[in-house]
């Protein structure tokens, strides 16, 4: 892998940052000044929300049945030993 091509310039980075930070800003403030917006934010945080609850849920459910099942698969090999 070249290395220079990971390599950025910090002046560009800090170009490319500042852009970002300026269309973040601007879209708070027209969302902010927006009424009929606030009901759709709405809408999409708590669907946000909702769906990582849920993904959560999920893999913690996840872990915790395949941490059992390789506990128990663990000890009956032990046991057939």
Same mark, same amino acid.
């Given at each position: @892998? &070249?290395?220079? #091509? ?5 002046? !560009? @980075?800090?170009? $490319?940052?500042?852009?970002? *930070? %300026? #269309?973040?800003?601007?879209? +708070? =403030? ?5 009424? &009929?917006?606030?009901?759709? =934010? +709405?809408?999409? $945080? +708590? $669907? &946000?929300?909702? =769906? ?6 999920? =893999?913690?459910? *996840?872990? #915790?049945?395949? +941490?059992? %099942?390789?506990? !128990? %698969? ?8």
């Amino acid at each position: @892998m &070249s290395h220079h #091509i990971a390599v950025k310039q910090p002046n !560009t @980075m800090l170009r $490319a940052h500042l852009a970002l *930070g %300026l #269309i973040l800003i601007a879209g +708070g =403030v027209t969302l902010a000044n927006w009424p &009929s917006a606030l009901p759709a =934010v +709405g809408l999409i $945080a +708590g $669907a &946000s929300v909702a =769906v990582h609850l849920g993904a959560a849920v999920l =893999v913690w459910t *996840g872990i #915790i049945w395949f +941490g059992i %099942l390789g506990f !128990t %698969l663990g000890r009956a090999k032990e046991r057939d030993a």
